[in-house]
């Protein structure tokens, strides 16, 4: 505990910075370093950037919301998952473990299927991932058990399964040559379509959840005990418990409006973070968060500049997060995990 | 100040697991619970730590019953140290006796100076404030009960419940763990253990419970209450007495 965090949350904030500076300026547009700073520099100082136009217009316009979602979504999902293995005691547990992206993505297709605008769409799958945990909530709960941990882990499995069946019909019934593609693509998460009116409802759930979280950070220590031990050191666990759900969920959902669903940061994420700074939860939230920022910024450069078109971002996550995954499966003995 | 139970029934609201049971624990008394698997110990504890509501009768601390107390007061008089487990996460040992602290401070509060000190000073008086900074997770099984004892005194307790704290310590841990029992109950702990070993109850121990199939067998002295016909009727099973004549002391040995 005495022992500094400093350089595991330099270590992340060298790699948040490397992703701004990779994201902004790696693209069909490159942009120079030095362009970026004095753009973003100008503009912070409130005077005209020496830059051309152009690139102003590429910095702040083009990439600028982009890397703002992916920023926020990277930290979202990556704090969100840093709470869930906490909670449930579990390091290999993601953010959506109680049917978030489920839900999430059964609004979206059905918001697509709607033809319904970008906004409804988002607006439905935001709903739909708050509804499905609640509904798992709910059911966990009702079920009364010595173990309320395991029967809401269960609870989030059979509820992901049938509304995965109900993507799957939604899916079987959409126009196949116009909402189809357009559910697919949602599904395996991109940024391509953010727009600057995206980011201010992006941005007012991911900062709730996180503070809620923020704020019961040392609380959440306990709460990686078993429940009757928290209990017996003085923690509420039910009511705290329903807090911690409730924030991350928010915080995820959010996210997964936004972008679709993208697998994989919110489970690496925060083992890399604990790896940096340990599983303390005061010093594990910030690192995450950077981390995650910084993770998803390099991961969305990559989807955008690799290849002619653009490459889903659930595919490149799963590509560099099974290896990982299964170097970590090998590694479980390791003291931080 | 005592903790008692009065007239409980105790279990689950599927299934009664005893009846009938008055227990009584002073400060400044190390009481110890014995029986078989399966014959109500764990559920006992819990009931008199609060964690489990008695279906009959009270379980009280100064007169006041554990249901009526929050959460918090519960855990500032009484301490709970778990049958040992490997944690999932490697927390420092520092970070698992500030947790003690936890009921101390409000829900949004970080530890203040004095919750570190008082931790610090708990690890010095097990004597293992070397560890601080180790993983919990990398340290023996004997330096992990220590730590849960340090985190249980970090509570600042009147009273420490212990479940089974010498199962799985080698036999020299084991010797220590009951000298750490003696301890705490001479700086005016009231302390309540489980252990499925009646030497430990009598090396450790004032009074004895025998408790089976949620019936109380016997309560009383160790010296009295643990004796060859009282632990075969218990077990169910027969017992070999050991005397050392000269120092008048007996240990007893299963079969």
């Known amino acids: 505990m005495r022992q500094s965090a400093l350089p595991g949350l330099t270590v992340a904030l060298i790699v948040l910075a490397a992703g701004l500076v990779v994201a902004f300026t790696i693209g069909r547009y490159p942009v120079s370093l030095a362009e970026l700073l004095d753009v973003l520099w100008s503009r912070a100082l409130g005077r005209a950037p020496s830059a051309p136009a152009a690139v102003e217009n590429v910095v702040l316009l083009v990439r600028g919301p982009r890397v703002m979602a992916a920023l926020l979504v990277g930290s979202a999902l990556a704090v969100a998952g840093a709470a869930f293995q906490g909670l449930f005691r579990n390091p290999l547990v993601s953010p959506d473990i109680l049917g978030a992206s489920s839900g999430a993505a059964l609004g979206a297709v059905i918001g697509i299927f709607f033809s319904l605008g970008i906004f409804g769409i988002e607006l439905l799958a935001f709903v739909g991932g708050l509804a499905a945990v609640a509904a798992v909530y709910v059911i966990g709960s009702m079920l009364r058990s010595r173990d309320p941990i395991l029967v809401l882990v269960l ?40 727009s600057v009116s995206d980011l201010l409802p992006l941005l007012g759930p991911v900062a709730v959840g996180t503070i809620v979280l923020v704020a019961l950070r040392w609380r959440m220590n306990v709460m990686s005990l078993p ?17 911690i759900v409730a924030a991350a969920t ?36 910030p690192a995450s968060a950077l981390l995650g920022g910084g993770f998803l910024l390099l991961i969305d450069t990559l989807a955008r500049t690799a290849a002619p078109v653009e490459i889903p971002l659930g595919i490149l996550t799963a590509v560099i997060g099974t290896p990982f995954f299964i170097w970590l499966l090998a590694d479980m003995q390791r003291s931080w995990s | 100040m005592t903790l008692a139970g009065r007239d409980l029934t105790i279990g689950y609201s599927d299934r009664v ?145 212990l479940d089974e704290p010498t199962a799985s310590l080698d036999f020299g841990n084991q010797g220590k763990v009951m000298r750490e029992i003696r301890a705490l109950a001479a700086s005016g702990h009231g302390v309540l253990f489980t252990t499925h070993d009646p030497n430990h109850a009598l090396r450790a121990a004032d009074r004895a419970y025998l408790l089976r199939a949620g019936e109380r067998i016997a309560e009383g002295n160790v010296a009295e209450v643990l004796t060859k016909t009282q632990l075969e009727e218990l077990y169910r099973a027969p017992v070999d007495t050991l005397t050392d004549t000269t120092r008048g002391t007996s240990a007893f040995l299963p079969g």
């Open chain 1, 250 to 285: 928010l915080v995820t959902s959010a996210s997964v409006a936004t972008s679709g669903i993208i697998g994989w940061i919110g489970l690496v994420v925060p083992h890399l973070a604990r790896a940096l700074v340990g599983p303390d939860f005061p010093r594990l939230l």
């Open chain 2, 17 to 161: 697991v005893g009846r009938g049971l008055n227990v009584a624990l002073a400060q400044g008394e190390v009481l110890a619970l014995l029986g078989p698997n399966g014959g109500g110990k764990t559920t006992l504890l819990k009931t008199l730590l609060g964690l489990l509501a008695p279906l009959a009768g009270e379980a009280a601390i100064e007169g006041r019953s554990l249901v009526s107390l929050s959460i918090r007061e519960r855990a500032r008089r009484i301490a709970y140290v778990p049958q040992l487990h490997t944690p999932t996460f490697a927390f420092t040992v520092e970070a698992v006796v500030l947790m003690g602290r936890t009921a101390h401070g409000s829900l949004f509060s970080r530890p203040s100076a004095h919750d570190r000190e008082v931790a610090r000073q708990s690890l010095v008086r097990f004597g293992i404030d070397q560890l601080a900074e180790r993983p919990y997770t990398m340290i023996s099984g004997g330096e992990r009960q220590l730590v849960l004892l340090a985190r249980a005194l970090a509570q600042e307790p009147q009273f420490i419940v």
């Open chain 1, 155 to 194: 609870a989030g499995v059979v509820i992901g399964a049938l509304l995965g069946a109900g993507v799957g019909l939604v899916k079987y019934l959409a126009d196949p040559y116009n909402q189809l593609p357009a559910m697919t693509f949602w599904l395996l998460g991109s940024l391509a379509a953010t």
């Open chain 1, 227 to 243: 429940d009757e031990e928290a209990r017996a050191l003085g923690v509420s666990t039910g009511p705290l418990r329903i807090a």
